[in-house]
């Protein structure tokens, strides 16, 4: 099937070198998981620590009122970074996967082309419908490939923009509502 042990061994090669990028990829990505894990149970235990000491120093209802109100935002707005951070790291792993497979993808269909040829030409006579119907089976195969990629990154890309979108609604729905409570105390002060 192929014409020399040494393109076998090649190809052997080129498979192993995807598999090992692939995992160095999603290593990479469970470290920086693991990172960003780490420092948001640090701070959330920090701000714990300093929520507790202000909630244990608070005299009156509405200290208490504006105490809480002043936490809501922050909250939101941390748990919304922590969500996109989270987001680039997994958005950077599927990328480099993506670009790791397409191009494993187009030197597999290299060689598949490189074997028909070489099937081509040590077929017997005769042979020629088949060899172009196979050609024509890869190319199909191919093209439906290039189009479900295609339809991937667009589905993709309309569900950055839709999370964006959400994100900004909650946090003006969050900011509008903490507002409310703000008020809501400082007429209940008055």
């Known amino acids: 099937m192929f014409a020399t042990p040494a393109q076998f061994t090649e190809i052997q090669k080129g498979q192993m070198d995807a598999a090992i990028a692939l995992s160095q990829t999603w290593f990479d990505a469970a470290e920086r998981f693991v990172e960003l894990n780490i420092a948001a149970a640090k701070a959330t235990l920090e701000e714990s620590v300093e929520r507790t000491q202000a909630l244990l ?5 509405q200290e208490l009122l504006a105490l809480s109100g002043g936490m809501t935002q922050p909250t939101l707005e941390k748990a919304v970074s922590y969500s996109r951070n989270a987001y680039s790291i997994a958005n950077g792993a599927s990328t480099e996967v993506s670009r790791i497979v397409e191009a494993q993808i187009a030197e597999n269909n290299k060689q598949v082309a490189n074997l028909i040829d070489f099937a081509s030409k040590n077929s017997p006579a005769g042979s020629e419908p088949a060899v172009s119907m196979l050609k024509s089976a890869v190319a199909a195969a191919n093209t ?12 993709v890309e309309m569900a950055e923009s839709n999370v964006s979108a959400a994100t900004s609604v909650t946090m003006k729905a ?6 409310s409570v ?3 105390g400082k007429r209940k002060a008055a």
Not at 57 to 61: G, L, Q, T, W, Y
Not at 144 to 155: E, L, P
Not at 174 to 179: E, I, K, L, V
């Open 174 to 179: 969050a900011s509008a509502a903490n507002d």
């Open 182 to 184: 703000k008020t809501s």
């Open 144 to 155: 439906a490939y290039d189009t479900f990629a295609r339809a991937t990154r667009q589905a």
């Open 57 to 61: 120093s608070v005299r009156d209802v």
